[in-house]
């Protein structure tokens, strides 16, 4: 899930400079936080050669843009001369698996939000613990699976129109636990309540968040 980033300093100042530093900055799109898999992201260099060598070289890895929930993501790029002086702030959006000169591509205007990529490819499963009242964000994930150990009232937040959304309710060793659907959700399949029984249900999301049922529900075993 990474993009492979490259650059020499007197290229991208257009200049002779060539000592200096590169700062790399995950930044949201909107007020959410950057995500993947549900976890809150920074910007996780893994090849952390962001300091030029004395040819003006840098190069640096980071996940790309488009594996990064909320769409629209990107990442700043500051270039810093030998004085720690800022001389440049560009903003970049990177996809998965793809290589990139920083001397020859355009950054986006930072002065405008990038507009949003298209869906990514991970994983979305996310793992709700129990409780007596538990949140499903349909901002970190579209598959969300809890364990009942007790008797559990649901609530969801953050739909995105157009989506589809899928619930795996399951009981521990008792079973008989009840699961109260959030209000958002509409006619959905009741729980299995035997023990170690489990519910899977899919929905859609309308355009006032609330969702919908494509298809009665499943149970096991």
């Avoid at 920074?42 to 929930?69: E, K």
């Avoid at 970049?92 to 939000?113: E, K, M, R, W």
């Avoid at 990514?120 to 969300?144: K, M, R, W, Y």
Wanted: aromatic residues 10%.
């Amino acid at each position: 899930m990474s993009s492979n980033i490259s650059g020499t300093l007197h290229s991208i100042l257009n200049t002779t400079v060539e000592a200096g530093a590169v700062e790399v900055a995950l930044c949201g799109y909107g007020s959410q936080i950057p995500r993947l898999n549900g976890a809150a992201l920074g910007a996780r260099i893994t090849d952390d050669s962001t300091t030029p060598d004395n040819t003006g070289f840098f190069r640096f890895t980071v996940y790309g843009n488009d594996v990064i929930q909320p769409q629209g993501t990107y990442y700043t790029v500051t270039v810093k001369d030998d004085n720690g002086d800022i001389v440049q702030v560009n903003a970049y959006q990177f996809a998965d698996g793809t290589d990139y000169d920083l001397d020859h591509i355009p950054p986006f205007d930072p002065s405008y939000p990038p507009q949003p990529l298209g869906p990514g490819l991970g994983n979305e499963l996310v793992i709700v613990a129990d409780a007596p009242n538990v949140v499903f964000d349909g901002s970190l994930g579209t598959c969300f699976k809890i364990q009942l150990t007790q008797d559990t009232v649901g609530s969801w937040q953050n739909g995105s129109p157009g989506n589809l959304y899928t619930f795996i309710i399951t009981q521990d060793v008792n079973g008989g636990h009840q699961f109260t659907w959030p209000p958002q959700v509409h006619n959905a399949t009741p729980v299995n309540m035997s023990v170690d029984g489990g519910t899977y249900q899919t929905f859609v999301c309308d355009d006032t968040g609330a969702l919908w049922p494509i298809g009665a529900g499943t149970y096991y075993p």
